[in-house]
């Protein structure tokens, strides 16, 4: 099962979210919150796979929210807004994926299940625009891939293609517990938080 924490300052979209978090045979809705503080507080109680995050909410915003939860459990941003301070200031929080709330139930339940895995996700409408905002960055504002080896430099192309831990291992020839290793220093050695800065990283090289 997939435990999961809704955060939403409005009363009827958390509802709506549990009913259809509630048809998903492998998904448990572990709480919900109704502003940020408390999203943190039960998340570091419960510790759920996944928080569900909406941005705006009330005493703590969702990307302070994320950013207090990074390490402690993975983040998906769903949101209304996909304006692009948002967008970067919850992915450099630590957000392993960004969505938004016109999304249909079964790519938000996908998208939780790809979370889970450890691997990210960035709503299509977005992602162009990361990529281009991310290449305008001067190259000494950006970590120096030199630091990487070989593996982890193919292992990198692979993440700036969006393939997951399993299509990864798949593409390298290595076991899926050897490729989620290599990930994780990846993101160690160049300084980033997600696979979703991987990715950007890798289009703005």
Known sequence: MIRVLVADDHAAVRAGLLLILGGAPDIEVVGEAADGRAAVELATQTRPDV???DIRMP??????ATAALNGITDVLILTTFDQDEYVFGALRAGAAGFLLKNTDAPALLEA????ARGDGLIAPSVTRRLITAFARTRPADRPDPAVLTTRERQVLTCLGRGLSNAEIARELDIAEP????????????LGLQSRAQAAAYYGGT
């Open 59 to 64: 005493r703590l915003d969702g990307i302070a």
């Open 51 to 53: 928080v569900l995050m």
């Open 178 to 189: 050897t490729a989620k290793t290599h990930v994780s220093r990846v993101l160690t050695k």
């Open 112 to 115: 939780i299940r790809v979370v």
